[in-house]
């Protein structure tokens, strides 16, 4: 029994001898380890090697939800949506071309070498091309600009496709704009400050009251009552209106006078398109014309009122505080005495 407990004694002993053996190796294996990390930390940043093939100046994901990705900071930009046009320069870019609508419709006092390159809805695809972009700005609400962006694609030129209809719509834009130009202080001044502008005007109304508005959209061939699709009714949701035409779809297709009067709206505000004198003739000549108009209440306080278009069709940017303001000033003068 004293062998076989000697024995097994030896072994024991033995073992711990090889555990300490085994842990002092892996010791200086843990310390050689160290000392290696702490040595390649030390060297210099130019010996860390990167992919140029995954590295971009910027990228985000467009409204088409295509990743979008910039080489280095564009220098020859291209806007084919006039409104997009002012916001890449209210983000402290330039242009070297635009559709003509930043002329007709938003009178843009740009440089005289910025190339007109056809109209909004008909842009000159080699026109564009041959100024040499490096990238595009597209809407994807427009036929012509979802064909020409395969062209644009073939070409390699990088493009990306916005669609503003509200105000958070531009707020995202002009942040991606500022972030390519790097003029992140042209955010806080065309984004930010109207967001709190905005923000300022609802904080004075009172939605309870709840006023009964018609929007109508008038063009020189007719007329048509626009829904919470529309940028102008947006505003007029925000601030505490109901729209007759939300509860009367119909009247999104036709201008029927018996819902009309059935409904009697507060106010009856317009916008028009195109030839003004032309939309606003077409309403008299049409629901105008009906007896029973002059004794709609809106009529009769003199609350049928026509919107400017540049806050109230064409997109406002960062005049939309002002949108915002111009109408919380009529639905609710005595908050903004």
């Given amino acids: 029994m004293y ?5 097994r004694k030896f072994n024991n002993h033995h073992g711990y001898r090889s555990l300490n053996k085994l842990a002092r190796m892996f010791l200086r294996l843990f310390l050689i380890s160290v000392y290696i990390l702490v040595l390649t930390g030390c060297k210099p940043q130019a010996d860390v090697v990167i992919d140029d093939k995954d590295s971009y100046y910027y990228s985000f994901t467009d409204s088409l939800e295509n990743e979008v990705k910039l080489e280095s900071k564009p220098q020859k930009v291209v806007s084919l949506v006039g409104s997009y046009a002012e916001t890449w320069i209210l983000a402290g870019g330039e242009l070297v071309g635009v559709t003509n609508d930043v002329i007709s419709e938003r009178a843009m006092d740009l440089p005289s070498t910025t190339k007109i390159v056809g109209t909004i809805k008909d842009p000159n ?3 564009v091309i041959a100024l040499s972009p490096d990238f595009v700005l597209l809407s ?8 020409i962006s395969e062209i644009l694609e073939q070409s390699k030129i990088t493009y990306g ?15 991606i704009c500022t972030d390519i130009t790097g003029n992140k202080e042209l955010y806080e001044e065309n984004g930010l400050a109207v967001k709190e502008k905005i923000d300022e005007v609802l904080s004075k109304i009172d939605k309870k009251t709840s006023p009964q508005i018609l929007f109508i959209r008038a063009f ?3 007329a048509k009552a626009k829904d ?9 949701d925000d601030l505490g209106t109901i729209n007759i035409a939300s509860k009367h779809k119909s009247l ?3 201008l029927s006078m018996e819902e009309i009067i059935e409904e009697d709206p507060d106010y009856i505000f317009v916008v028009t398109m195109g030839d003004s004198d032309k939309a606003l003739q077409t309403l008299k000549d049409g629901i105008e014309k009906n007896p029973a108009w002059s004794g709609l209440s809106a009529v009769q306080n003199n ?11 064409y997109k406002p940017n960062a005049k939309w505080g002002e949108s915002y303001e111009y109408i919380a000033k009529i639905l609710y003068p005595e908050e903004f005495k």
């Fill in 220 to 222: 020189s061939s007719g």
């Fill in 252 to 254: 999104l297709e036709d």
């Fill in 303 to 313: 609350r049928y009122i026509v919107l400017p278009k540049e806050l109230f069709h």
């Fill in 125 to 127: 695809v080699e026109e």
């Fill in 140 to 147: 994807p609400d427009i036929e012509s600009h979802v064909k």
């Fill in 228 to 236: 919470d699709d529309n940028m102008a009714c947006k505003i007029f």
């Fill in 3 to 7: 062998n076989v407990f000697k024995s």
């Fill in 161 to 175: 496709f916005f669609k503003v209809e509200h105000f958070e719509d531009y707020l995202d834009m002009l942040k």
